[in-house]
């Protein structure tokens, strides 16, 4: 009997919504989103205009929130706006003017919140995770409903006293780790994908087909980011006034495209893309988190558009990816705040080492060796954004896990990959054990590396 299966979805990890932050964006948005569901579950006799709505935020949340534009997503959560359905356009214009007021509808009452409901906190907080936010519904001084929102990366939420429900439903096929998910496929005598999609079936009650059309959507909304990156030269949001450089490289890989550099420069073209459109604020896919959301839709731009991969060898890769980014978030952690930039690029570049080796491979051990490798060499890789936005290092940083994901596949494609040394289990836990001894200045904080270059930009 497997205890505490892994049971998250493929759509919980590859989820559409606004960027920069899957943690300090989209996680926001979900908890204010509840907290408002929260305030309307209370009796109407509860509600009034004398009501006031504080929302708290503490750690990394704190430190690099407003860079990550954690509070204009708290608001939008709070006016009933949801990452899938949000307009970008709309999303990015709030809070432009710090003394406009919102509406927040509870019952048929209106509560007005601003930039001045949110408060930016200096102070230590205990609590078990690095972004927490706390929100209140106040009546002058006595607080009228209070909840304690942990985000913990890819834009996952905890509430704070709610049992974990991700499922009430169990996996056809548990497993916690690698070593259980090599055996549970040995004795069913399942592939990967088959063993992938009977497990989604069981989980969410999809069938095969909508699965299929889901995966296929979510390839397009990664190609559609991907596309728009492509062509937009306009300067990113925020005040080291960034120029955008994807277009520019693939111009350049288009005149090279007969060249040994051009794959490669094709490559990073197509990851800058995703991410410099995940620093604008637009619509991405976290594949595990936003601030990593170029490496996968790059790599994935790439097998469609140069090594022409099927439609279904597409959804396989994605099937492997997904395996891999459950293992890393159910054994160490997919969250910046937790683990450095390791936990966010670091797994995003294991995901698409393995994507790219299942497709060509369809070996189970090849791919464990991909993804290993891809972690083994982003350990320690520490967060220190430049002024708190996910530009300088995370959009080149993109680029470089896709290659070291493609170098990965190449390194465990040569030879027998059964003779790895390294299992994928024994670096996901030295990841963990890293992300646990790293200095909290380098998790996503801004204060240190090269967020303290910031004057030089
Ligand atoms: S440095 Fe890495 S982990 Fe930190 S915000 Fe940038 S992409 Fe995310």
Partial sequence: MIKNPITT?????????????????????KASYDFLKELNALSPNQIDTSLQ??????????????????????????????????DPVLFSALLKDTTEQYPVKVHEIEIPISAESIVFEKGKYDSP???????KLLRAEQVVLQHEYYSVGGGFIYRKGQKVTTSTLTPAY???????????????????????????????????????????????FMHKAVKRGLKDKRVLPGTIKLRRKAPLLYEKAKKLALTSDSFLIFLNAYCLAASEENAAGNIVV??????????????????KNHFHYSPNEMR?????????GFLVKHNASISGA??????????????AAAMLTYCATKSIHAMESAAEIAIEHHLGMTCDPIGGYVQIPCIERN?????????????????????QKISLDSVIKVMKATGKDMSKKYKETSEAGLALSATEC
């Fill in 9 to 29: 979805s493929i759509f919980d990890l590859f989820k559409i919504g606004p960027g920069p932050s899957s943690s300090h964006t989209i996680g926001p948005m």
């Fill in 53 to 86: 709505i504080q929302i708290h935020l503490y750690g990394s949340l704190s430190a690099t929130g407003k860079g990550h534009g954690t509070d204009r997503a708290v608001i939008a959560g709070l006016l009933g706006w949801t990452p899938e359905t949000c």
């Fill in 129 to 135: 995770y690095a972004n927490t936010m706390v929100l």
């Fill in 174 to 220: 548990p497993y916690t780790n690698m070593k259980e998910l090599k055996a549970q496929l040995q004795s069913n005598g399942l592939t990967l994908s088959e063993l992938m999609y009977a497990n989604e079936i069981a989980l969410t009650g999809a069938s095969r087909k909508e699965i299929d059309k889901k995966i296929d959507a979510i390839l397009d």
């Fill in 286 to 303: 976290t594949a595990p988190t936003s601030g990593a959301s170029g490496v996968i839709p790059g790599i994935t731009y790439l097998l």
């Fill in 316 to 324: 396989e890769g994605m099937l492997a990816a997904a395996a891999v």
């Fill in 338 to 351: 937790e683990m450095g930039c390791m936990g966010e690029i670091g797994s995003a570049s294991a995901m």
């Fill in 399 to 419: 680029a470089m896990g896709a290659v070291k994901a493609y170098n990965a596949f190449l390194l465990a494609t040569a030879g027998d990959s059964s003779l």
